[in-house]
């Protein structure tokens, strides 16, 4: 399995890469909590994501509940197909596509 990991990538930027699946979501929400600032938009760039299920969408909704609650706005950028289906789905992918 590969490693699940996100990155500064400047300006309010955040990469994810590897796998966003039930293990390692956890993983990434405390990686998280250590590199988002607590002031300004951001952004998340999940073009190097591998799989997904629904961890990462999980993740993806509490990421943007975290930004609501600081006033600040959030943007995904590069979401996996599988990652969209499962948003239209659930009926959220309004949300995940910043709609």
Known sequence: ???????????????????????TAGELLEASRRLFPETGDLQIDLSGVTQVDSAALALLIEWLRQARRRNHSIRIEGAPDKLLSIARLTDVQDIILNK
């Open 1 to 23: 399995m590969n490693v699940a990991a996100i990155e500064a990538a400047g300006d309010g930027t955040f990469r994810v890469t590897g796998p966003v699946v039930m293990a």
